[in-house]
């Protein structure tokens, strides 16, 4: 049985890329379900896939982010990783996809944990937006907010992996992945024909899909007139690849196997002395010699290349 991947809404679970990918398990907030109810089905949870990977987001209520913490500790089990993301609603779907593609594989539950944060640096989520008057989790310039109150305004803005804004015009145009890509778009208000028209033949993806816009998108970009696009990595066996090429390391403080600078059940970090930068700027942790050494980015990214 596949290591259980969780969520704490059911936006975060995308439609599977195919039938092999397992479904994710949903943990309610609070006021969904009770105490008594969450531990038990936890407990069920666990003990059914061994392990269990719960991913939500930073902009999580904190009645809710406490729920997720106070059943891991009256469960007193290790084998919950909890792993808090500051991608947009959207982006952290897609990562959840991701995660649970991989959980079908030979991967060890500390290696799948703390794979979230190398599978983030891939994910390259934005939105358009009418406004960007309230959008507090990216920077944002006096001119860009003096523009925010033209009538007819729009903005492009990535907030992963770097910030990026534009005003959606002719030339306007976002920094993009340098590897192959699909790109999912959740169509709202405003900003659609300019995403899947101008933005991805810009981007040269592979192919457009489109999902619905989730719930918490609105309050995550701060106008609800808005279309949120995100440009993944979609195949399996690039995602194994791009996972399996990295060292992995043992936690020194709950011996799970990882790869990184941190562990994804205990949240400990490596040791300073024992890690270096990859070629990618990821924090990765050494390998004894008789281990594959990690990819180059020129190995990376003929790895992530279609072929010819």
Known sequence: MPTAIAVTSPDLVLAPTDPGTPLAALLPSPGAQPLDAALADTHRLVEQH??????YPASLDAAHEHRLHTVRSLLETDRIALIKSGLPPLGLAVLVRQLRQLSACDFSPGVLASAARLLSHYIYAGAVLNSVT???????????HARS???????????NPRPQLV????????????FASQLLVARGA???????????PSWRVGAVQETGPPVDSATWWGTGRLTEFVAHLPDLSVLYQLVASVRREQCRWCAMELIGDRCGFCASP???????TAP??????????HRARPLTRAERRRAI???P
Request: glycine share 12%; charged share 15%; no cysteine.
């Open 50 to 55: 061994g392990y269990v990977i719960a991913l």
């Open 134 to 144: 309230h959008v507090d989790r990216i920077p944002v310039g006096l001119t860009a």
């Open 149 to 159: 109150w033209v009538p007819g305004s729009q903005f492009a803005v990535l907030a």
């Open 167 to 178: 005003k959606v015009g002719p030339a306007a145009t976002l920094t993009g992945p340098d």
């Open 190 to 200: 405003v900003g659609a024909d300019w995403v899947t028209t101008a933005l991805a």
């Open 270 to 276: 490596q040791p300073a002395e024992d890690r270096h």
């Open 280 to 289: 990618d700027g990821a924090t990765l942790a050494p390998a004894p010699a």
């Open 305 to 307: 290349s279609p072929g």
